[in-house]
């Protein structure tokens, strides 16, 4: 699995990540978004910590500027 995320990628992706814990753990989401959000937030986490993400490979974007 080759990286296809840049940095400004994955740090967005973080930061997007905490306000939607946050979102989640303040309550101003209710249900049902209050059960999507925190699994959003996780894929987003995972996919920054790793790097790759699946949907860029399928539509053969890449944002990783180390080629």
Do not use: E
């Not at 790097?51 to 490979?57: A, D, E, L, Q, T």
Request: net charge positive; proline share 4%; hydrophobic share 50%.
């Amino acid at each position: 699995m080759t990286k296809n995320m840049g940095d400004d990628d994955r740090v967005i992706r973080l930061v997007s990540a905490f306000l939607l814990i946050v979102l989640y753990l303040q309550g101003i989401v209710k249900d049902p978004w209050g059960i999507i959000l925190p699994i959003v937030a996780g894929l987003l986490i995972i996919t920054a910590i790793v790097g790759f993400c699946p949907s860029y490979r399928l539509f053969r974007a890449n944002t990783n500027q180390n080629k």
